[in-house]
């Protein structure tokens, strides 16, 4: 089979920029809902007039602050309705928007500042200011304290949303120049720099265009036919490419309603409570939350209806391949999982499959309108399109390490074309080599032990210079800890309860995985199970929940160590070793 792919459908009625996306709203949908948040136990909403209003005036506001065109603010907040309207006014207006994760160390945030060059820079709230590097930039606070505002050491330079917003009062005639404005920003401006989550290395900047988001969409509209008034819920952060650019911007172009989930994927109860009274249509999110929901659903029947309600059309997923224990479920009821492949550097979404109820394990799909996709040396996917960005901030030989004259980008992803579509083997610097001198990917063997097993949450592959792969296995709590399973559950399950005898389960899950495996050499021969969840907190997994390869292996060196060497005594009380049957020496014997 080639190995290139491209879409036939061509791209069509591309929208000229964000700022025109958001006036073309108002005028359609006007006084439908365009926002939700929890206000106080309640959701508020928002519609597309208040809204677009509301991006307006802060648009007047950023005008008085001696700006340029083209000048970086950066932002640091978490997802709510004052960091919608500021970053939608900043992008609008000409100016570029820096996300930076509110959840990074002080020294990542300083660091990301300097290096960017923002002009202004606004925050959720106030006490991180004495931490960053502020020089005399203007600075903004979304949340008003409460105590009194003499207290604080910046109070002459500090200026709070809900203050400019009341103060700034343009008149008619101002708000008709502002829009015009927001209509003469070209697409191929830059509108954002937003940091790559660094699962191997130091974020990079990743430059993005109106004309790189505004195509996305247009592909999107396409392929999904979306309908205004449709009900999003969302968790996913917007400093990341995930849900700041593929779920809000669809939410927003498609004419929907975009409602914030508090729950930030944590919160499982929360996050419940939030869909039924959202009811999404159509549900963004990650493996290691859809883990966390179906191990709900499978324990408890108001859960299963309080999520498959009638109103949701589909779910989709990325950041990491589903496994096929979890989209099962969503089979079973009827959903279909619609999963993609991207990544910041292209904006992000390259593939899609089909809203189908079948899934191939790590098939993408195919290229999306205006995106071009081929295989490169040692299969490394490339990608060429409207999608690809202009390059990294201030990093012009790395830039040109990836992106050639022709405007191919290489991604850093192995794969393969198939019939149905793309697969993802692996990320590139992933791949290691074993002793006899055979490459390894790890992510294969990491979703095919997903697939089998939905009693583990994560599984990280390792064994540079091994005879053969070991794995480090991390439990679902909560399906272990439960009393009973649902009848959505496979039948032939043993159900283990505990950690130590998930050991002696799993030791026969993946003696089916090394029997199923025709590459010998790929056969897993050590296994340990950790009693314990990757977190955030520790650096172990990124934003969208994708596991750190770096950080794994620093943190759980001593397992590694022992794995390594053959050492099963003395082992940290959390760690069960796996005893693995040898599946090749079985059917050497048979033959």
Sequence with gaps: MEAYMKCDTPLKDVTRNIGVMLLNNRERYGEMNAFAQDESGAYQFWTWNGLVDDIVTFAAYLRTKGLKRGDHIGIISRNYYHRLVVELAVMASGYVSVPIFHRYTEEMMSHLLEFSDVKMLILVNYWRLEYLPTDDKPLLVMETPEFPRKMYPFE???????????????????????????????????????????????????????????????????????????????????????????????????????????????????????????????????????KEIVSRVLTSADAEATFFHDELKYVFTAAAPLDLSISDIFKKKGVPVVEGWGLTETSPCCTLTDLLLER???????????????????????????????????????????????????TGDIGAVTEDGLQILARKDRVFKLSNGEKVFPSMIERNIGNLCKFIKHAYIFGAGQDHPCALLFPNREL??????????????????KSDSLTVCFSRCLHKINCHQSVKFEHIQK?????????????????????????????????????????????????????????????????
Excluded at 378 to 393: A, S
Excluded at 480 to 497: K, Y
């Design 480 to 497: 272990l800890d439960s009393d009973e399973i649902s009848i959505l559950d496979e039948a032939d399950c043993v159900h283990p309860d």
């Design 156 to 290: 002459n330079r500090v200026e709070f949303f809900d203050d400019v917003m009341k103060r700034t009062q343009p008149t008619n005639e101002q708000r008709r120049e502002i829009e015009e404005s927001f209509r003469t920003i070209e697409p191929e401006e830059t509108c954002l720099i937003m940091y790559t989550s660094g699962t191997t290395r130091f974020p990079k900047g990743v430059i993005l265009t109106h004309r790189n988001i505004m195509t996305q969409q247009s592909a999107l509209q396409e392929l999904w036919k979306p309908v205004p008034g449709m009900r999003f819920l969302c968790y996913l952060p917007w400093h990341h490419s995930f849900g700041g650019l593929f779920e809000r911007f669809f939410a927003l172009h498609s004419g929907g309603c975009l409602a914030v989930d508090g729950s930030w994927g944590k919160d499982i109860n929360k996050l419940l409570q939030n869909f039924a009274e959202i009811k999404p249509h159509i549900y963004f999110s990650v493996p290691k939350v859809y």
């Design 360 to 410: 191939t394990p790590g098939v993408v799909g195919f290229p999306i309108p205006g995106v071009e996709v081929r295989l490169g040396d040692e299969n490394e996917i490339l990608v060429r399109g409207v999608n690809v960005m202009k390059g990294y901030y201030k990093l012009p030989e790395v830039t040109a390490a990836v992106l050639d004259e022709d405007g191919w980008f290489k």
């Design 527 to 591: 296994a340990m199970i950790i009693d314990q969840e990757l977190t955030l907190e520790r650096d172990e997994l990124t934003p969208s929940f994708k596991i750190i390869a770096r950080n794994i292996e620093k943190n759980y060196k001593e397992y590694i160590d022992c794995m390594m060497m053959n050492k099963t005594e003395g082992l940290p009380e959390n760690a069960y070793v796996v005893e693995v049957c040898d599946c090749a020496r079985e059917h050497d014997g048979e033959d």
